[in-house]
């Protein structure tokens, strides 16, 4: 059997086993009576809970399963969990050990599903380990200072605009407001834009954030002033006003601290895998999907 077909097969298995057991510790738990107030304290790990033909369930195997079916188990009321986890146990371990008696666990394709996860949790325990584990906070500070460092200065304006569906519309507007009529009161009553109702107000924008035509005149503009030709997009003509300019401010740190977490922990992922690889020998005889692993590992 192929590599991708196994897996492929794997995970439908792993799929239909998490919907079987949803279901089956769901179903019960939804009949059962209301549970029993939770204990004041968690048991310690080795706190033997059950038995199943003589072999122990303890605090850690709950735990585990808990953790492992996290997802198959968000739609169950917190308190209706460690009864379902507990039922999902019994179950495989009871249907597990028909799976022995059977001689499933003797016959090859079972031996590579167990291979694969056997390396992939020791795969995941090592990324824990040595680098989710070892980022600081002041490592996470440090780059985000740097970032800040980095990143060219950028300025935002503050504009108004009315918004009309011609030229001529547009510049009979002008003209009002060199008579000295307020920009606000005319995009009230003539603009079609969505921003009428607040006298035409767009709040503050950055570069990229408007389309081209519309955000070039907006920045040429002085703090006060509007434009004194109709400015035409896709979407009809501009008349702009600049309320203010201002330098972007960077984002908080704790707005973005989790985000630089993750970039940390990719490049420090991506920096063990290459150490990994340059010290192994790795070669992949399939012509086409090698192309692909390189264009994947170029990419990252």
């Known amino acids: 059997m192929s590599s991708h077909l196994l897996r492929g097969k794997f995970v439908r298995m792993l799929a239909i086993a998490a919907f079987v057991l949803l279901g089956a510790a769901a179903g019960r738990a939804e009949d059962a009576p209301a549970p029993a107030p939770a204990p004041a304290a968690t048991p310690a790990p080795d706190t033997v809970l059950a038995t199943i033909d003589g072999q122990p369930v303890t605090e850690a195997d709950l735990e585990l399963a808990l953790s492992d079916l996290d997802q198959q188990f968000a739609r169950l009321p917190a308190e209706q969990r460690r009864a379902a986890a507990m039922s999902a146990i019994i179950e495989i371990r009871l249907l597990a050990a028909k799976a022995v008696a059977a001689g499933i666990d003797k016959q090859p394709t079972f031996q590579r599903q167990i291979e694969f996860l056997r390396q992939r949790s020791l795969h995941s325990q090592l990324v824990a380990a040595e680098v989710a584990a070892k980022i600081t906070d002041q490592e996470i500070r440090a780059r985000y200072d740097q970032e800040v460092a980095n990143t ?121 895998v290459k150490s990994a690889r340059d010290a192994a020998k790795v070669e992949i005889s399939d012509a086409e999907l090698k192309k692909g692993v390189d264009a994947l590992e170029k990419a990252q």
């Open 152 to 272: 060219p200065p950028v300025n935002e304006v503050h504009a108004r605009h009315v918004l009309v569906k011609t030229k001529e519309e547009a510049t009979a507007i002008i003209k009002q407001l060199d008579g000295g009529a307020k920009f606000e009161d005319i995009a009230k009553e003539k603009s079609s834009d969505g921003s009428a109702g607040q006298g035409g107000d767009l709040g503050w924008f950055g570069p990229g954030q408007m389309v081209p035509e519309f955000e070039k005149a907006a920045f040429a503009l002085e703090v006060g002033s509007y434009t004194k030709e109709p400015v035409q997009t896709q979407f009809g003509w501009h008349i702009i006003k600049v309320e203010d300019k201002r330098a972007k401010q960077p984002p908080a740190f704790e707005q973005v601290k989790d985000q630089i977490r993750s970039a940390l922990l990719r490049d420090k992922y991506f920096a063990l």
